[in-house]
């Protein structure tokens, strides 16, 4: 059974602080794995996402996120934040078979960012 | 290239009434999947529709339902609402390419379903 873990519903950060969004999962083959951002009243927007190759992968608004299998986890960060990155964050996978696009999402994580 | 388009955006409904809302998917995209989105629950996959055939299902009941036109654009339909229905639903789009090992999905704005 997959299952997807982020930790932390709320996390605050200050504006050119670290971001750092926690998801692990669970799942007996490694899935591909997704880093969506959702803003109020709109759909998800992909970040990022790891399927083969590469470890360290980079998305979109200085997104990035690393694969680690040993730890079955693939945490988001960004260097620096902006108040534009407030917005929920959700970290997914999708199970083997590969080619189905039926997506697990963790709870969600909203990143408030103080001026 | 057009997005994803969903309709209506926002939808009342009352206990007991059924509901159909509609997804257009990117030009040239096959694949149609269904989200539901709720506080509680979260996210949860409905179920996905390619060429007109239902090719994969979550775990809801039957009054959930779904059906794809040869045009692929996507309809699902609620029956005998529940006000644990209430929910933003969400549709996502894929080119759903033969031989491709994934592929990506793109997400419509949703359709906001308050059942009163």
């Known amino acids: 059974a997959q299952s997807v873990t982020q930790l932390g519903s709320h996390v605050s950060v200050s504006e050119g602080a670290l971001v750092l969004l926690r998801c692990n999962y669970s799942?007996?083959?490694?899935?591909?794995l997704f880093w969506y951002v959702q803003y109020p009243n709109q759909g998800l927007q992909l970040l990022l996402k790891?399927?083969?190759?590469?470890?360290l992968v980079k998305g979109i608004n200085g997104f990035e996120a690393e694969f680690k299998k040993s730890e079955t986890s693939f945490h988001l960060t960004k260097p620096s934040a902006h108040m534009s990155d407030a917005a929920e964050y959700f970290c997914a996978v999708a199970p083997p078979p590969r080619g189905a696009n039926n997506l697990f999402f963790g709870t969600g994580t909203r990143l408030t960012v103080i001026p | 290239k057009a997005g994803v388009t969903q309709t209506p955006r926002y939808l009342i409904k009352t206990r007991g009434q059924q509901v159909t809302l509609s997804c257009s998917p990117i030009?040239?995209?096959?694949?149609v999947s269904w989200y539901q989105q709720t506080p509680g629950q979260g996210l949860q996959f409905l179920f996905e529709y390619f060429s007109e055939t239902q090719r994969n299902k979550g775990n809801f009941p039957g009054r959930f339902s779904g059906r794809q036109f040869s045009n692929s654009r996507s309809e699902m339909n609620v029956s005998t609402l529940e006000l644990g229905d209430s929910a933003l639903y969400l549709c996502a789009s894929s080119p759903g390419l033969a031989g491709e090992a994934y592929n990506e999905q793109f997400f419509g704005p949703g359709t906001r379903l308050t059942v009163l």
């Open positions: 790891y399927t083969t190759g590469a470890t």
């Open positions: 030009s040239g995209h096959r694949s």
């Open positions: 799942s007996s083959v490694p899935p591909y």
